[in-house]
């Protein structure tokens, strides 16, 4: 399921990153990695504050969809 259907609170691993190749790497270089973990802290108006490898990070429920968890 994409990161923007998961519940805030809950652990989950990525499992593939989709898109295009810039939007893979720019995932990558925020913390976005296949087999790291992300939770969920927030949800406003659509967009995400999520934690990943140990820092929080704000994206929007586009690129959030790019993330399959």
Not at 30 to 52: D, Q
């Amino acid at each position: 399921m994409p990161l923007s259907m998961a519940k805030a609170g809950e652990e989950n691993v990525i499992r593939k990153i989709g898109g295009k190749e810039e939007t893979r790497q720019f995932l990558e270089g925020l913390g976005f990695v296949v087999g790291g973990i992300v939770t969920v802290i927030s949800e406003v108006s659509g967009n995400l504050i999520v934690n990943v490898k140990n820092s929080r990070v704000a994206i929007g429920r586009e690129m959030a969809n790019h993330i399959l968890v």
